[in-house]
Nanobody, 127 residues
Framework: QVQLVESGGGLVQAGGSLRLSCAAS????????MGWFRQAPGKEREFVAA????????NYADSVKGRFTISRDNAKNTVYLQMNSLKPEDTAVYYC????????????????????WGQGTQVTVSS
């Protein structure tokens, strides 16, 4: 099991930027795909972005492509989500997650593929 702690959320105006961080501990971080999901009030938790264990592959939800960038620093056991051109519809609690399976060939994009979750960080975008 891995422990995940997110930070960096907050209140920002539309068009602004935020960078979320997720610090991992408890197992070999560099062997696992890492993902970001979000959940808005009254909605299901949805996939946002993921990065492969090597960092060479990424995957994004269509709604954030071109605006969000996921990256990782395996030396620091940390994954990041840079969010630019934020919109009010990006308002949600953002969760970091770690893949259940090490060194997965295809980047995991569905909730069941992730076995460890952080507590979430609130992102609010005002119009």
């Amino acid at each position: 099991q891995v422990q995940l702690v997110e930070s960096g959320g907050g209140l920002v105006q539309a068009g602004g930027s935020l960078r979320l961080s997720c610090a991992a501990s408890g197992r070999t971080f560099s062997s696992y795909t890492m993902g970001w999901f979000r959940q808005a009030p009254g909605k299901e938790r949805e996939f946002v972005a993921a990065i492969s264990w090597s960092g060479r592959s990424t995957n994004y939800a269509d709604s954030v492509k071109g605006r969000f960038t996921i990256s990782r620093d395996n030396a620091k056991n940390t994954v990041y989500l840079q969010m630019n051109s934020l919109k009010p519809e990006d308002t949600a609690v953002y969760y970091c997650a770690a893949d259940r399976q090490p060194r997965r060939v295809v980047v995991a994009t569905t909730r069941p593929q992730y076995g460890s979750w952080g507590q979430g960080t609130q992102v609010t975008v005002s119009s």
